[in-house]
Structure formats: structure tokens, C-alpha cells
């Protein structure tokens, strides 16, 4: 199976700061990459797919980039909202896989 | 609006099993994979399988093989997860959660349910 492992486990970030989460596959695949926000107590929400892809709804203040075995999330200017845990997940091998997770908290 | 509304909270004991529903509501049920995600406490993602509501065809990862069975009533748009042999690490939270694009399983997911809570404990 594709194994994600995310970096760091826990950003610190300053509200109005840019936040860079990554995220390394143990093997290459194309753009079949999201990314998803999880708050304590609810499920998770779908941020990017294909990349680079923002879902409905989401702010431009996220964006996807990367290829190949790496890739990253951005938040431009983090708002109080976007403190939260991210996941990167892949699903062009099966079983789908999730990264560990990346704890987003206020500086 | 699309809604995943999840059965409620389970507790179990070692062995038992426990079978999950997700009712679905605000898009056609059988155009759309459904997946199972679970999240043990304090703990990331773990992807269980997918089920296509239109064939009833399923996907299960090989960890869950052999205990694990999803299936679906189209007639009310419902989709079900079944575990059995349940043991104290099964304790979690279950996410439903629906495929982005229609008729087709390689896509992330889009709309998720609100997660049912298992405890098995004796």
C-alpha cells in the first residue's frame, strides 16, 4: 500500500501567517491527491482534490501544489477558522490512503 | 442539499458484531460510491472499503477482509456497514462518506456523514 507521511505533525502559526503543509508518498502516482480539514468532533472536509483543485466553497487562501511523491498544501493567511487538522489522502491505489495528520495551532 | 446522516452510537461487546446505516439524501443514492472511513480516537484516517450503491459491488481493504460487509437499500437511499468478530481496537469513530464524482471510484470525497461511534468493551 501507499504509505503518506505528512510533515510536521504540529504547525505553530501566527492568525494572518502563511502555513506550509507537506505531504510524501512511498511511491509515485499522478494527480490523484485531496487534502481534508477535520475539527474536533465533526468528520473531515474536503479542502483539494486532483492536486490542486479547490472544492466547493473553499476560500482561495488554500491551494495544493506538488507532484510525483510530494506534495503541499498552503494557507496563505490563516484565519481563526483554519485552526484544525489536515489530512492528505491518495486515491489512485488501493486501499485509499491517509497521511497522519497535521495539527495546525495558535502561536 | 446532499446529507449523510449516520445511525447513533454502539456499544458492544468482544465478538459481537455491529452494523452501521448511513441514509443518504439530496442526490440521486445510486449514481455515487459510498466509502467507509474510521478514525480511532486520538487517531488519523483508516479507509475500510467502498460499496456501489448501483450494482451493490464492494471494494474492502484486505485489513477488514472476511469481517467486514457493506451493503445498500436503494429503495430508501441507505447504505449499511457490517462488522462482526469485533474486538477492543474496533473501538471508533465510522465515517460514511460519498465519492465526488458520479459513477466513478477514483475521486476523493466529497460529503461526509457525522460519524457513528463504536465502543466494544466488556
Known amino acids: 500500500e501507499v504509505v503518506m507521511t505528512q510533515s510536521p505533525a504540529t504547525l505553530a502559526v501566527s492568525p494572518g501567517e502563511r502555513a506550509t503543509l507537506s505531504c510524501r508518498a512511498s511511491?509515485?502516482?499522478?494527480?490523484?491527491l485531496a487534502w481534508y480539514q477535520q475539527k474536533p468532533g465533526q468528520a473531515p472536509r474536503l479542502l483539494i482534490y486532483?492536486?490542486?483543485t479547490r472544492a466547493t466553497g473553499i476560500p482561495a487562501r488554500f491551494s495544493g501544489s506538488g507532484s510525483g511523491t510530494e506534495f503541499t498544501l498552503t494557507i496563505s493567511s490563516l484565519q481563526s477558522e483554519d485552526f484544525a487538522v489536515y489530512y492528505c489522502?491518495?486515491?489512485?491505489?488501493?486501499?485509499?490512503?491517509f497521511g497522519q495528520g497535521t495539527k495546525v495551532e495558535i502561536k | 442539499q446532499v446529507q449523510l446522516v449516520q445511525s447513533g452510537a454502539e456499544v458492544k461487546k468482544p465478538g459481537a458484531s455491529v452494523k452501521v446505516s448511513c441514509k443518504t439524501s439530496?442526490?440521486?443514492?445510486?449514481?455515487?460510491?459510498l466509502h467507509w472511513v474510521r478514525q480511532a480516537p486520538g487517531q488519523g484516517l483508516e479507509w475500510m472499503g467502498w460499496?456501489?450503491?448501483?450494482?451493490?459491488?464492494?471494494n474492502y481493504a484486505q485489513k477488514f477482509q472476511g469481517r467486514v460487509t457493506m451493503t445498500r437499500d436503494t429503495s430508501i437511499s441507505t447504505a449499511h456497514l457490517e462488522l462482526s468478530g469485533l474486538r477492543s481496537d474496533d473501538s471508533a469513530l465510522y465515517f460514511c462518506?460519498?465519492?465526488?464524482?458520479?459513477?466513478?471510484?477514483?475521486?476523493?470525497?466529497?460529503?461526509w456523514g457525522q460519524g457513528t461511534m463504536l465502543t466494544v468493551s466488556s
Open positions: 462518506a460519498k465519492e465526488r464524482s458520479r459513477y466513478n471510484i477514483w475521486d476523493a470525497l466529497d460529503y
Open positions: 439530496g442526490y440521486t443514492f445510486t449514481d455515487y460510491y
Open positions: 460499496i456501489s450503491p448501483n450494482s451493490g459491488d464492494t
Open positions: 511511491q509515485r502516482f499522478s494527480s490523484k
Open positions: 486532483g492536486v490542486s
Open positions: 489522502q491518495q486515491y489512485e491505489n488501493w486501499p485509499y490512503t
